[in-house]
């Protein structure tokens, strides 16, 4: 069974910084594309950022554009996000999650593709 364990959330200050990162196990990290989504409370998933498996591309909601980088160390079979100039609207449990498609350079910005996510980690940004 894969395993996918966020962690680096906590509370920021409007204008602040956190580093998110996720740890993946038990499958072959560098072939899949990754993501990063969040969910707030009453709110439907947004998909916020995603990662070829290669590395070689990025993608951005236009909410976070900007703002947030996310990147991958292969080596390590890790994740990260980081988040820039944080707004309270970004508050949000965030998860990280794996694409359906063995493709290391497969692209897409779907949330529908991603079977398989972590626990997730709270960020909450107020003053």
């Known amino acids: 069974q894969l395993q996918l364990v966020e962690s680096g959330g906590g509370l920021a200050r409007p204008g602040g910084s956190l580093t998110l990162s996720c740890a993946a196990s038990?499958?072959?990290?560098?072939?899949?594309?990754m993501s990063w989504y969040r969910q707030a409370p009453g709110k439907e998933r947004e998909l916020v950022a995603v990662?070829?498996?290669?590395?070689?591309?990025?993608d951005y909601a236009d909410s976070v554009v900007g703002r947030f980088t996310i990147s991958r160390d292969n080596a390590k079979n890790a994740l990260y996000l980081r988040m820039n100039s944080l707004k309270p609207e970004d508050t949000a449990t965030y998860y990280c999650?794996?694409?359906?498609?063995?493709?290391?350079?497969?692209?897409?910005?779907?949330?529908?593709?991603?079977?398989?996510w972590g626990q997730g980690t709270q960020v909450t940004v107020s003053s």
């Open positions: 999650a794996k694409n359906r498609r063995f493709d290391k350079y497969y692209y897409s910005f779907r949330l529908d593709e991603y079977p398989d």
């Open positions: 038990r499958f072959a990290f560098s072939n899949y594309l």
């Open positions: 990662i070829t498996g290669a590395g070689g591309a990025t």
